[in-house]
């Protein structure tokens, strides 16, 4: 009976968990995903693991590691670069382009917008071999990073997305590295995703990202489409939210056309922002708790996140929020600014776990003289 009725609490509390939880709309696509960048929390998917196709959504990846030879001046965007017979070979590929060729040496700035802007393959190639001096070289740069990240939905054996055989990613692991263009490199990410339109060699071209200009919100992302991984899009949207700035990330794979992709990409964007609430608890660095300290030349010491604690949660949850501070007790001094003492949990008002931060010392505490740490040595015994 004790079992019985421990499982019927466990089901009940499970339940209320889920009716809190709004229900996703139906998104006419093979796999979905819609990721919270602000809370790092997924709102929304379908088949987000499955590996499949990912057309030209592989530029992002492309893209990143352009990104990340600025940063490091390997490159500069002033720079030009060669056009290989390789890039120029992309013509025959059948793929977007930005209609490039070996008498041309277009800057690092050119490329990148010809390869974000209007997806072209042949940018996208000359670019990788500026960066790593071969394809196969940029390749496997691709896979290594991947794998530094952790992604085991993804293997890269092109710079394009052009479909082979191998070249494979999931709904789940292109939000991730959509979500690192856009937290890696913020100032890039501003000045060439939101391009609505680019001309190269007296040639203009449409970005293929039909959100643009439709909803002020949406400043990016990636099209794609092949035979194979159908009509994809990532978009990104920001707006000003009472508690600061959120982004929303939507990720859907396999459309059936290219106003379809939009149409379901803007269809999950809408959701997120009227389903759901961002809420700040803590700020980074702020107090979340004031506890006692032992052996210490203070008394007591300041706990608190190691980071901004932003969760998203169902509209009208944010004020029923629960936070549980779960800590090593008891603290003996020396304390450094930084270290880990315990946790801090937030959950809903029906107990479904939303987010967990580690809680630190916001403030170092020097270890007491040899008679304070023979008293509080006492004390402690006694207590």
């Not at 709102?43 to 940063?71: C, H, I, N, Y």
């Not at 959950?347 to 987010?355: E, F, M, N, R």
Request: proline share 4%; with cysteine; net charge positive.
């Amino acid at each position: 009976m004790k079992r019985l009725i421990t499982l019927v609490l466990a089901c009940a509390s499970v339940a209320a968990a889920l009716a809190q939880t709004p229900q996703a709309p139906e998104v006419a696509a093979r796999s979905y995903l819609l990721l919270d960048i602000s809370s790092d929390q997924i709102l929304a998917e379908r088949g987000a693991d499955t590996q499949a196709d990912p057309a030209s959504l592989t530029k992002l990846m492309t893209a990143w590691l352009v990104f990340d030879a600025l940063k490091a001046k390997k490159l500069t965007l002033e720079q030009t670069l060669p056009v290989s017979l390789r890039a120029w070979s992309e013509r025959k590929g059948g793929g977007s382009l930005m209609f490039i060729d070996p008498k041309m040496t277009p800057k690092v700035d050119e490329l990148l917008r010809g390869m974000i802007a209007v997806s072209g393959n042949d940018a996208a190639v000359a670019l990788a071999e500026g960066v790593a001096g071969s394809l196969d070289g940029f390749v496997a740069m691709m896979n290594r990073q991947i794998r530094a990240w952790g992604l085991k939905n993804t293997q890269f054996k092109n710079v394009t997305g052009l479909t082979e055989a191998g070249h494979y990613s999931s709904a789940r692991d292109l939000g991730a590295i959509a979500a690192h263009v856009v937290l890696d490199f913020p100032d890039y990410y501003a000045s060439y995703y939101a391009l609505r339109h680019y001309t190269f060699n007296n040639i203009r071209q449409d970005n293929r990202n039909m959100l643009l200009g439709r909803d002020p919100a949406i400043d990016g992302m990636k099209t794609g489409y092949t035979d194979a991984a159908g009509y994809c899009l990532i978009a990104s949207a920001q707006r000003d939210m009472p508690g600061g700035k959120r982004r929303l990330l939507s990720v859907v794979m396999g459309a059936s056309s290219r106003e379809g992709r939009a149409g379901e990409s803007q269809k999950l964007l809408n959701w997120g922002w009227t389903a759901w609430d961002a809420v700040r608890l803590f700020e980074a660095g702020k107090p979340a708790a004031q506890v006692p300290v032992w052996k210490g030349q203070q008394a007591t010491v300041s706990l608190g996140a190691g980071q901004a604690m932003v969760v998203t949660v169902p509209k009208g949850e944010g004020d029923k929020l629960k936070t549980v501070i779960t800590r090593t007790d008891p603290l003996v001094a020396p304390l450094t600014k930084g270290q880990r003492v315990g946790t801090l949990d937030v959950s809903t008002a029906g107990g479904a776990k939303v987010a967990s931060l580690p809680l630190v010392v916001l403030e170092p505490v020097a270890q007491a003289g040899l008679l304070g740490r023979a008293w509080d040595a006492i004390r402690l015994w006694i207590k």
